[in-house]
T-cell receptor
Framework: DTEVTQTPKHLVMGMTNKKSLKCEQH?????MYWYKQKAKKPPELMFV???????INESVPSRFSPECPNSSLLNLHLHALQPEDSALYLC??????????????FGPGTRLTVL | AQSVTQPDIHITVSEGASLELRCNYS??????LFWYVQSPGQGLQLLLK??????LVQGIKGFEAEFKRSQSSFNLRKPSVHWSDAAEYFC????????????FGAGTILRVKS
């Protein structure tokens, strides 16, 4: 299995809602990533998890809360989002996140709309 | 910090014509370079990568790219474009020293006319 899966594909939420995005991989990778891609822009890194520990937080607002319950699963909890947070959220995984460069495999993304 | 420049925002080519998409990077050491393709509303698919070795890299879907250290470039080429190649193409450089982070260029939107 060489896939990264993301659910849901689409999500519409109000500014007072709490929702979660889910990402899963079964490639035995030990590093997982969240990227945010605004319309007509390239993806930008949000978080890196390495061996289930948060290793990089790119100064992301606290209304985005990542969680890595195990090595195959990565969640992104959303609370009190703003309309400008509407974007495509991409998850990726790689063999590792240190030592030598490791290719990242991307999921199809979750299209988030905040009303 | 590393950066990637894709000077062409849009490119239009005729089906069957050749294609070259430009990419320049800024990085102090040997770069890890990638080309990804993204169809509208979809995730990213890796076309090819350069880590070291042969500077001409073959990828999927008939794409190739050439790493030129002297020009800090990693241009993507395809000898004959198909209508299904219409998409957005991102060049990226990997920062091994910073958690494997990928830094993307702004992207080039390819339109194919029949």
């Amino acid at each position: 299995d060489t896939e990264v899966t993301q659910t849901p594909k689409h999500l519409v939420m109000g500014m007072t809602n709490k929702k979660s995005l889910k990402c899963e991989q079964h490639m035995g990778h030990r590093a997982m990533y969240w990227y945010k891609q605004k319309a007509k822009k390239p993806p930008e890194l949000m978080f890196v998890y390495s061996y289930e520990k948060l290793s990089i937080n790119e100064s992301v607002p606290s209304r985005f809360s990542p969680e890595c319950p195990n090595s195959s699963l990565l969640n992104l909890h959303l609370h009190a989002l703003q309309p400008e947070d509407s974007a495509l959220y991409l998850c990726a995984s790689s063999q590792d996140a240190a030592g030598t460069y490791n290719e990242q495999f991307f999921g199809p993304g979750t299209r988030l709309t905040v009303l | 910090a590393q950066s990637v420049t894709q000077p062409d925002i849009h490119i239009t080519v005729s089906e069957g014509a050749s294609l070259e998409l430009r990419c320049n990077y800024s990085y102090g050491a040997t770069p890890y370079l990638f080309w990804y393709v993204q169809s509208p509303g979809q995730g990213l698919q890796l076309l090819l990568k350069y880590f070291s070795g042969d500077t001409l890299v073959q990828g999927i879907k008939g794409f190739e790219a050439e790493f030129k250290r002297s020009q800090s470039s990693f241009n993507l080429r395809k000898p004959s474009v198909h209508w299904s190649d219409a998409a957005e193409y991102f060049c990226a450089v990997g920062e091994m020293e910073y958690g494997n982070k990928l830094v993307f260029g702004a992207g080039t939107i390819l339109r194919v006319k029949s």
